[in-house]
């Protein structure tokens, strides 16, 4: 079992950043690839990136390629997602996500086994 909390949502005007963290207890952090989805109101949750159980590989969704990175510190348990040129339809609730490694890049949620509660990122215009 992996418990996962997100951190660092809030408020931030278009153009800004924000770096969300999720933090990870229970199995072995490094045995998972980890992914980050949202879900904004009355629309389906999409992919936002994925990162390798090693963190030497990243996938990322092309409305976010360029503004979002993810990035892993597996002595801290912790995956990051760093996004930067924030826009009004970036507004939703972001969740992390935890997969085996070798599932790495799936970017479908039923392919992940572990979900955060979420973290509301609300961007103004």
């Known amino acids: 079992q992996v418990h996962l909390v997100e951190s660092g949502g809030g408020l931030v005007q278009a153009g800004g950043s924000l770096r969300l963290s999720c933090a990870a207890s229970?199995?072995?952090?490094?045995?998972?690839?980890m992914g980050w989805f949202r879900q904004a109101p009355g629309k389906e949750r999409e992919f936002v990136a994925a990162?390798?159980?090693?963190?030497?590989?990243?996938s990322y969704a092309d409305s976010m390629k360029g503004r979002f990175t993810i990035s892993r510190n597996n002595a801290k348990n912790t995956v990051y997602l760093q996004m930067n040129s924030l826009k009004p339809e970036d507004t939703a609730v972001y969740y992390c996500?935890?997969?085996?490694?070798?599932?790495?890049?799936?970017?479908?949620?039923?392919?992940?086994?572990?979900w955060g509660q979420g973290t509301q990122v609300t961007v103004s215009s």
């Open positions: 996500a935890a997969t085996l490694y070798m599932n790495y890049g799936r970017k479908e949620g039923r392919g992940y086994d572990y």
């Open positions: 229970g199995s072995t952090f490094s045995n998972y690839a």
């Open positions: 990162i390798s159980w090693s963190g030497s590989s990243t």
